[in-house]
């Protein structure tokens, strides 16, 4: 198969007859050149809108912090209407004045080049997007062991004022002793928090003062997910307005009923684990009384992508699935949750974001995560289907289901279970009292009709239900019509009115050419 577009040709996993491509090298040593700087003002002002989320950005400045090496992080922030502020501190190796600069550089650190298996930055870039991202006024201070204190501000008012890449050597008064308890560290501030809270809020505006501690509760439920293994390891404490932060594992590894797969290698770089969540019925009473801990069991699935145990990508099937049936979130699979490991050796080729918070699978390793994310999508579908029960056979004992699931054609059809012991009883009781032995044979029925698992076929298949005798004979219903039509003749109906009753009567509703046929 050829393709005009090359790309297209190499993004869909085609071969082509084309296999090398060189680049052709111009030699430009006599070549006029022009220096061409960004504006700073127009440049800056776009780093506010790669699109951090205020989750997000505080997560990337805690990353800063755990790449130098921090033990304690601390999050606070002080309402004051429209000059509230928001800091992060730790007690990391800090800068000094060169070192300092550089970190306040946008673009500090190439993405491509090597770095520490153990930094969860690539671009140089985080602390500055993530900051303007949500304010216009950055100070950092910063103090490392044997030198002294140092700090350093962007103001992006006076960015554009001025209209060049100037810091400012600045820090408010009230700031320079935030590090004195510590030997080394660093403290960032924001100010001028303009896209919280707009400008001109008074400080006595109750409403938004709430809705301002609303949503820094929300980012302390964001780092209590994302560096949930930091915690457990003791890696790292998060104070969360004094209170240390408590980890949210997303994958219930506390909890009995949690089921494990085998850890398997995609790569070098890349290894994947599966997990299925507890039923509902199977959680113990700390979830369930946990707040927290029952959003995330309810509201997430799919592939959670770390890199140096930070969670990048929490919960989302990642476009992933065999088209036209791509994995998409549903209720039934929700208890499926499957964990892929990283380097930071490979961000290029996972297309790791700016913002740390979306990656894509190369598709050379496509295959493999899908044919292991559909076994634990087969397991979680049913864990869900039979309420968290484990179907485990012993010996001289199966597990007795009242309703099986049949394939008809390629459709499904739901039966009773002829084996089912309880129908064998009220065979029995049905000879000395069948009216009573009907009656409950229905409420049991009644009772177990498997609506879950009729609900997850039918989404799994994604076509029209079968209909009642559908790809079977019509004897049956045949022969019923011609009963009915016969007890209804005794009674004095017209045949019009026999084949009305008959058409408003399931599963005869759906058969209305043999009503006309055989209501004689």
């Not at 949503?215 to 104070?239: C, G, M, P, S």
């Not at 927290?292 to 989302?316: H, P, T």
């Not at 289901?401 to 049905?430: C, F, M």
């Amino acid at each position: 198969m050829k393709f005009k577009n090359i790309e297209l040709s190499l993004c869909l996993g085609y071969e082509t007859s084309i296999h090398k491509y060189t680049m052709k090298k111009f030699d430009y040593t006599n070549v006029k050149t022009e220096l061409v700087v960004p504006y700073a003002s127009a440049m800056i002002e776009s780093f506010r809108s790669v699109g951090y989320t205020l989750g997000t950005s505080i997560a990337d400045i805690i990353d800063n912090s755990i790449s130098a090496g921090a033990k304690n992080i601390y999050l606070d922030a002080k309402w004051m209407g429209d000059d509230s502020y928001l800091y992060i501190k730790d007690d990391g190796k800090g800068m000094n004045g060169f070192e300092l600069i550089e970190a306040m550089r946008a673009g500090s650190k190439n993405p491509l080049a090597e770095r520490s298996a153990e930094d969860l930055g690539r671009f140089g870039l985080g602390l500055k997007t993530a900051t303007f991202s949500q304010c216009r006024q950055l100070t950092v201070l910063s103090k490392s062991k044997d030198y002294s204190l140092v700090y350093q501000k962007w103001d992006l008012d006076h960015v554009k004022r001025t209209g060049n890449w100037e810091l400012l050597n600045f820090c408010p008064e009230e700031f320079k002793d935030k590090l004195d308890d510590l030997e080394s560290g660093t403290f960032v501030l924001w100010q001028n928090m303009d896209r919280i809270i707009p400008i001109g809020t008074e400080e006595s505006d109750q409403k938004l003062k709430d809705k301002f501690y609303e949503r820094l509760n929300l980012v302390e439920k964001h780092i209590a997910l994302i560096f949930h293994q930091f915690i457990e390891d003791d890696d790292i404490n998060i104070y969360f307005f004094g209170e240390k932060v408590e980890p949210l594992n997303p994958f219930f590894l506390g909890e009995n009923a949690t089921q494990c797969f085998p850890e398997q290698t995609i790569s070098n770089h890349a290894k994947i684990k599966g997990y299925v969540s507890p039923h509902k019925d199977k959680l113990s009473n700390t979830v369930l009384q946990n707040k927290s801990l029952m959003e995330l069991w309810n509201g997430m699935q799919g592939f959670f992508i770390y890199r140096n145990k930070r969670l990048l990508v929490a919960g989302d099937w990642l476009g992933l699935g065999r088209y036209p049936r791509r994995y998409k979130k549903e209720e039934h699979v929700k208890l499926a949750r499957i964990r892929i490991d990283i380097c930071n050796s490979v961000d290029e080729e996972w297309k790791i974001d700016i913002k740390k918070s979306t990656a894509t699978p190369p598709i050379a390793y496509c295959e493999t995560i899908e044919a292991y994310a559909n076994e634990v999508r087969k397991h979680a579908i049913e864990v869900f289907r039979h309420r968290g029960k484990i179907l485990t056979k012993h010996k001289g004992t199966d597990y007795q289901p009242l309703w099986l699931d049949k394939k008809r054609g390629n459709k499904i059809v739901w039966q009773i279970n002829r084996d089912h012991s309880l129908i064998t009883q009220y065979k029995i009781e049905a000879k000395e009292n069948p009216e009573k032995a009907i009656d409950e044979l229905l409420r049991f029925i009644e009772e177990t009709i498997p609506v879950r698992g009729v609900y997850v076929k039918q989404t799994e298949l994604e076509e029209e239900p079968v209909r009642p005798f559908e790809g079977v004979s019509s004897d049956l219903l045949i022969e019923q019509i011609q009963n009915i039509t016969k007890v209804q003749k005794g009674f004095g109906r017209s045949i019009p009115a026999i084949k009305s009753l008959l058409s408003m009567m399931t599963p005869f509703d759906s058969y209305p050419e043999l009503i006309e046929t055989y209501v004689k």
